[in-house]
């Protein structure tokens, strides 16, 4: 489109923005939601106006406007919007959260059951009465765990339970900066989790109506365990109808290690092997009957039955965000197909990008939705790169398949390896490998078998189809047991700083969407997050919330000051430390001295002490007078004069805390620094108050 007047000049500049400025939109609708959620105190209703008058300007500055600035009027639209549709989808998920520790009889109506890490089954509730809590203060959805075995009960969807159990609001980060799984518990409408060790008794069975997917679900998986044993059934099941119930810690673990999470995740791999089955079964189907094929475009006629067998799979499934995204994609795949255009673009990915942020604002957050997104990417501009070149001219047609899977995995790992190492602390270094040998049997005989299974089903003939199928899950489940094992097959990472994938992110999509002289500026913040990822420093020292254990850093690692309790703390430390050790292990190192309950160490040159257990208290008055810092996993009724003490009273203010080296000695992070809808009531303190100047070094003294 040529520019006039004034402008003319400025156009070369914007031309390669201007050629693929669609793309863009949905990466700045992506800033505006990460903006929203990187503030630390809950927006106004200013802030919010502001942001409509941005989207009102910025579409009349589009309309009206001179044409060099319609690229800058509709970027600043969609960032707006991006901030908006945040703010919105919080205000309408917004539903209580229990403000207090619960013991008592819980009712409510199951509506998902799965795997906790302990393996325990877990049962999420809606329709939930407390005693003596009033309906306004009542969670919408509690989730609890089933410590023992229940067997007179089988949960279903949509069955009425009542069981006594231990409840208390999801817990916010381990760590300051560390993931909150009170944010995401939040947009779940989560309102609450515990625990039961009495029987869940059965009140009443499902409606006839009720929650009609969600018992569809429980009763093919059921039906697939009823037919497929062990761990191969369990895998098949879940990796068909999302239902994960079934699946150990121990084969997660082995899938996880081996890189192979995702073909359990209900991924759009999945989706799309189980479309492109049944789009090319109905198409080439349809065409060995001529009298069907003369009359009808068999292409066009699978495409609407496929979309249909999409829908209905992501219902199914469970609808997470790497299967929305597939759905989007796919849809518009088939519609470009009914349309006779070219689908598979950049301009899909976008538009799957755009709706999924606009509907659901919080998945810009979430691993699915970040390694979803990114090999999508990588592999629409890598294949389009190697198409011409390689595709056409070098490789000779019966090598096509194998070299399209390597080149396929090879770069999806690629470009997912920077989030899964963020998200979960590991790279895979045999992953590779192990989706060589796997996801081929995932798209020649799971998918497919599951969906010949349930064509042959009503007619009585499904058994050899989920025979094949527990024949590839076994396969699979080898390969990644086998993987899992090798010596170094997971490498550690440490946690990246808050910039650091930002950065890569935003570095990545300049140099694959901007066309023209500066497209190699975007290799700049990719250096710079990879720099920062590098040198990223962890805390000297972390508290938990609770006071009962402290990890303290030293030359072997970080050294926890017990080897038992604390165990999610624990874990989530040392895999943001981007160190494989357990608990015990970490335990065992030294840095911590003194008997169990009264721990000694030196913090930046000063003494410390964390005191746990039975007469921790009374332990308080020594240790002060001793000049040391004092961590107490209790309360005390009134404090020593001059004492430097931590005890539960200051961390119920404070959350987790972590210690830094500074000029002066330490410098002291809190959790609870964010005041956001889904934080915790806000509790006004100072640490000065609680942790006093400390004293001259001559007074400090040496005894333990």
Same mark, same amino acid.
């Given at each position: 489109?040529?520019?006039?007047?004034?402008?003319?000049?400025?156009?070369?500049?914007?031309?390669?923005?201007?050629?693929?400025?669609?793309?863009?939109?949905?990466?700045?609708?992506?800033?505006?939601?990460?903006?929203?959620?990187?503030?630390?105190?809950?927006?106004?209703?200013?802030?919010?106006?502001?942001?409509?008058?941005?989207?009102?300007?910025?579409?009349?500055?589009?309309?009206?406007?001179?044409?060099?600035?319609?690229?800058?009027?509709?970027?600043?639209?969609?960032?707006?919007?991006?901030?908006?549709?945040?703010?919105?989808?919080?205000?309408?998920?917004?539903?209580?959260?229990?403000?207090?520790?619960?013991?008592?009889?819980?009712?409510?109506?199951?509506?998902?059951?799965?795997?906790?890490?302990?393996?325990?089954?877990?049962?999420?509730?809606?329709?939930?009465?407390?005693?003596?809590?009033?309906?306004?203060?009542?969670?919408?959805?509690?989730?609890?765990?089933?410590?023992?075995?229940?067997?007179?009960?089988?949960?279903?969807?949509?069955?009425?339970?009542?069981?006594?159990?231990?409840?208390?609001?999801?817990?916010?980060?381990?760590?300051?900066?560390?993931?909150?799984?009170?944010?995401?518990?939040?947009?779940?409408?989560?309102?609450?989790?515990?625990?039961?060790?009495?029987?869940?008794?059965?009140?009443?069975?499902?409606?006839?109506?009720?929650?009609?997917?969600?018992?569809?679900?429980?009763?093919?998986?059921?039906?697939?365990?009823?037919?497929?044993?062990?761990?191969?059934?369990?895998?098949?099941?879940?990796?068909?109808?999302?239902?994960?119930?079934?699946?150990?810690?121990?084969?997660?673990?082995?899938?996880?290690?081996?890189?192979?999470?995702?073909?359990?995740?209900?991924?759009?791999?999945?989706?799309?092997?189980?479309?492109?089955?049944?789009?090319?079964?109905?198409?080439?189907?349809?065409?060995?009957?001529?009298?069907?094929?003369?009359?009808?475009?068999?292409?066009?006629?699978?495409?609407?039955?496929?979309?249909?067998?999409?829908?209905?799979?992501?219902?199914?499934?469970?609808?997470?965000?790497?299967?929305?995204?597939?759905?989007?994609?796919?849809?518009?795949?088939?519609?470009?197909?009914?349309?006779?255009?070219?689908?598979?673009?950049?301009?899909?990915?976008?538009?799957?990008?755009?709706?999924?942020?606009?509907?659901?604002?919080?998945?810009?957050?979430?691993?699915?939705?970040?390694?979803?997104?990114?090999?999508?990417?990588?592999?629409?501009?890598?294949?389009?790169?190697?198409?011409?070149?390689?595709?056409?001219?070098?490789?000779?047609?019966?090598?096509?398949?194998?070299?399209?899977?390597?080149?396929?995995?090879?770069?999806?790992?690629?470009?997912?390896?920077?989030?899964?190492?963020?998200?979960?602390?590991?790279?895979?270094?045999?992953?590779?490998?192990?989706?060589?040998?796997?996801?081929?049997?995932?798209?020649?005989?799971?998918?497919?078998?599951?969906?010949?299974?349930?064509?042959?089903?009503?007619?009585?003939?499904?058994?050899?189809?989920?025979?094949?199928?527990?024949?590839?899950?076994?396969?699979?489940?080898?390969?990644?047991?086998?993987?899992?094992?090798?010596?170094?097959?997971?490498?550690?990472?440490?946690?990246?700083?808050?910039?650091?994938?930002?950065?890569?992110?935003?570095?990545?999509?300049?140099?694959?969407?901007?066309?023209?002289?500066?497209?190699?500026?975007?290799?700049?913040?990719?250096?710079?997050?990879?720099?920062?990822?590098?040198?990223?420093?962890?805390?000297?020292?972390?508290?938990?919330?609770?006071?009962?254990?402290?990890?303290?850093?030293?030359?072997?690692? =970080? *050294?926890? &000051?017990?080897?038992? +309790?604390?165990?999610?703390?624990?874990?989530?430390? @040392?895999?943001?430390? !981007?160190? /494989? $050790?357990?608990?015990?292990?970490?335990?065992?190192?030294?840095?911590?001295?003194?008997?169990?309950?009264?721990?000694?160490?030196?913090?930046?040159?000063?003494?410390?002490?964390?005191?746990?257990?039975?007469?921790?208290?009374?332990?308080?008055?020594?240790?002060?007078?001793?000049?040391?810092?004092?961590?107490?996993?209790? =309360? *005390?009724? &009134?404090?020593?004069? +001059?004492?430097?003490?931590?005890?539960?009273?200051? @961390?119920?203010?404070? !959350?987790? /805390? $972590?210690?830094?080296?500074?000029?002066?000695?330490?410098?002291?992070?809190?959790?609870?620094?964010?005041?956001?809808?889904?934080?915790?009531?806000?509790?006004?303190?100072?640490?000065?108050?609680?942790?006093?100047?400390?004293?001259?070094?001559?007074?400090?003294?040496?005894?333990?």
């Amino acid at each position: 489109m040529a520019l006039t007047g004034s402008t003319a000049g400025a156009g070369p500049l914007f031309q390669p923005a201007r050629t693929g400025m669609f793309p863009w939109i949905a990466v700045l609708i992506g800033c505006g939601v990460g903006l929203w959620f990187s503030v630390t105190t809950e927006p106004g209703i200013g802030l919010y106006a502001i942001a409509v008058g941005i989207v009102v300007l910025a579409l009349l500055l589009r309309l009206r406007g001179p044409e060099v600035l319609h690229p800058l009027a509709i970027g600043l639209a969609a960032l707006a919007a991006g901030w908006l549709a945040a703010g919105i989808r919080a205000h309408v998920v917004a539903a209580p959260t229990l403000e207090f520790r619960y013991y008592g009889p819980v009712e409510g109506r199951i509506v998902w059951i799965d795997r906790s890490q302990s393996d325990a089954v877990r049962l999420t509730l809606d329709q939930v009465v407390l005693r003596e809590v009033s309906p306004e203060r009542t969670p919408k959805r509690v989730r609890v765990s089933l410590q023992g075995i229940q067997p007179w009960l089988q949960p279903t969807p949509g069955q009425d339970v009542v069981l006594t159990a231990s409840l208390a609001a999801p817990e916010g980060p381990v760590e300051p900066g560390g993931f909150d799984f009170r944010r995401m518990a939040f947009f779940n409408q989560l309102g609450a989790v515990g625990y039961t060790r009495t029987p869940v008794l059965l009140l009443e069975e499902p409606d006839g109506g009720a929650l009609p997917i969600d018992r569809l679900r429980r009763y093919l998986t059921q039906a697939m365990l009823g037919r497929m044993e062990g761990q191969a059934g369990a895998f098949a099941a879940g990796a068909m109808t999302g239902d994960r119930s079934a699946i150990t810690e121990e084969t997660v673990k082995a899938l996880r290690d081996s890189s192979l999470a995702h073909l359990l995740a209900i991924s759009g791999m999945n989706m799309a092997f189980l479309t492109a089955f049944v789009f090319g079964m109905l198409r080439y189907g349809l065409a060995l009957v001529p009298w069907v094929s003369l009359r009808l475009n068999t292409k066009k006629a699978a495409a609407v039955v496929s979309f249909g067998v999409a829908a209905f799979y992501l219902m199914l499934s469970g609808a997470n965000v790497a299967t929305e995204r597939a759905f989007i994609m796919i849809a518009v795949f088939l519609g470009a197909v009914l349309l006779d255009r070219r689908s598979l673009t950049l301009r899909s990915v976008a538009v799957a990008g755009m709706l999924l942020l606009l509907a659901k604002p919080e998945s810009l957050l979430e691993p699915g939705f970040q390694m979803s997104f990114s090999a999508t990417v990588a592999l629409i501009v890598g294949f389009g790169a190697v198409e011409s070149n390689v595709y056409r001219q070098k490789v000779p047609r019966w090598a096509m398949p194998v070299f399209t899977l390597f080149l396929s995995s090879l770069i999806g790992g690629l470009a997912t390896a920077p989030y899964a190492a963020a998200n979960f602390n590991r790279f895979t270094d045999y992953g590779l490998l192990a989706n060589l040998l796997t996801v081929p049997v995932m798209g020649a005989l799971i998918m497919p078998g599951g969906a010949m299974a349930a064509l042959l089903a009503p007619f009585g003939l499904a058994s050899l189809p989920l025979w094949v199928m527990e024949q590839g899950a076994r396969w699979i489940l080898f390969v990644a047991h086998w993987v899992a094992g090798l010596e170094g097959s997971v490498t550690a990472i440490p946690s990246p700083g808050p910039w650091v994938l930002p950065l890569l992110t935003l570095g990545a999509i300049w140099l694959i969407l901007w066309r023209g002289r500066v497209q190699l500026a975007g290799v700049v913040p990719m250096i710079v997050a990879l720099g920062l990822w590098v040198t990223v420093e962890r805390p000297m020292l972390l508290v938990s919330g609770d006071g009962k254990l402290l990890g303290l850093a030293g030359p072997q690692g =970080r *050294v926890l &000051s017990a080897a038992t +309790g604390g165990g999610f703390s624990a874990e989530s430390w @040392l895999e943001n430390d !981007g160190d /494989l $050790a357990g608990q015990e292990l970490a335990a065992s190192r030294k840095g911590f001295a003194g008997p169990k309950g009264e721990r000694w160490f030196d913090l930046a040159g000063e003494r410390a002490v964390s005191l746990t257990g039975k007469g921790a208290r009374e332990r308080v008055g020594p240790a002060c007078a001793s000049g040391a810092l004092v961590i107490l996993a209790d =309360r *005390v009724e &009134s404090r020593p004069d +001059g004492c430097r003490l931590i005890d539960q009273a200051t @961390l119920s203010a404070t !959350g987790p /805390l $972590a210690f830094w080296p500074d000029a002066n000695g330490t410098r002291i992070e809190v959790t609870r620094s964010v005041r956001r809808m889904w934080s915790p009531p806000a509790r006004d303190y100072d640490l000065a108050d609680f942790l006093p100047k400390r004293p001259e070094p001559a007074m400090a003294s040496s005894d333990q």
